[in-house]
Nanobody, 122 residues
Framework: QVQLVESGGGLVQAGGSLRLSCAAS????????MGWFRRAPGKEREFVAA???????LYADSVKGRFTISRDNVKSTAYLQIYSLKPEDTAVYYC????????????????WGQGTQVTVST
């Protein structure tokens, strides 16, 4: 069983930056694809970014150039660095992990965190 715990969310002014962290328990972290999803108020959950065990990355078109996903297998932690925050980035951000490969499909991820709130003010 893997547990994922997100941190790093908060209230930020537009144009600011944040780094979200996802700490994982369990011994197989280094073999998992790790993903970030978000759910904005009144909207469906959407894919943000993913990183494979080898470091290959995948991004949603809406965040390319502003979001960077990374991982530290020694610390069993995944990160999402967000630059140039916009009000439309306001959402609960969820970390996920699984064996399903580099994919945007939520069902491919077996493990989910509780989420961390990011609020961007104008």
């Amino acid at each position: 069983q893997v547990q994922l715990v997100e941190s790093g969310g908060g209230l930020v002014q537009a144009g600011g930056s944040l780094r979200l962290s996802c700490a994982a328990s369990g011994r197989r972290f280094s073999t998992y694809t790790m993903g970030w999803f978000r759910r904005a108020p009144g909207k469906e959950r959407e894919f943000v970014a993913a990183i494979s065990w080898s470091g290959a990355t995948l991004y949603a078109d809406s965040v390319k150039g502003r979001f960077t996903i990374s991982r530290d297998n020694v610390k069993s932690t995944a990160y999402l660095q967000i630059y140039s925050l916009k009000p439309e980035d306001t959402a609960v951000y969820y970390c996920s992990g699984g064996d399903g490969g580099l994919t945007t499909t939520p069902n491919a991820y077996d493990y989910w965190g509780q989420g961390t709130q990011v609020t961007v003010s104008t």
